[in-house]
């Protein structure tokens, strides 16, 4: 079992950044998939970036390749969403998923633990 708390969410102007963090409660967080996915209003809820359990292998869904950097600190048991070139369309709750012994995989269902979710709004 896994108990995982997302932090870092805000109001932002277009342009700006927001790094979101998500930790991590329990044992052997190193042997998670950590993945974010978000969810805008009307809309269902999307992958946006995984990083594997070994933390070698990271992968992005192409709207925001080149913005968004998932990265993992095992020691601290916090996996982070730096989001760079903040655009109105990055609106949405984001939240916070793990997936034990997995490859990062894009999909929700490949995910049994799920955060209660943190609001990043940007602002045009």
């Known amino acids: 079992q896994v108990q995982l708390v997302e932090s870092g969410g805000g109001l932002v102007q277009a342009g700006g950044s927001l790094r979101l963090s998500c930790a991590a409660s329990?044992?052997?967080?190193?042997?998670?998939?950590m993945a974010w996915f978000r969810q805008a209003p009307g809309k269902e809820r999307e992958f946006v970036a995984a990083?594997?359990?070994?933390?070698?292998?990271?992968y992005y869904t192409d709207s925001v390749k080149g913005r968004f950097t998932i990265s993992r600190d095992n020691a601290k048991k916090t996996v982070y969403l730096q989001m760079n070139s903040l655009t109105p369309e990055d609106t949405a709750i984001y939240y916070c998923?793990?997936?034990?012994?997995?490859?990062?995989?894009?999909?929700?269902?490949?995910?049994?633990?799920w955060g209660q979710g943190t609001q990043v709004t940007v602002s045009s």
């Open positions: 998923a793990a997936d034990f012994g997995g490859p990062g995989s894009r999909e929700r269902r490949a995910y049994n633990f």
């Open positions: 329990g044992r052997a967080f190193s042997d998670y998939a």
């Open positions: 990083v594997a359990w070994r933390g070698r292998s990271t």
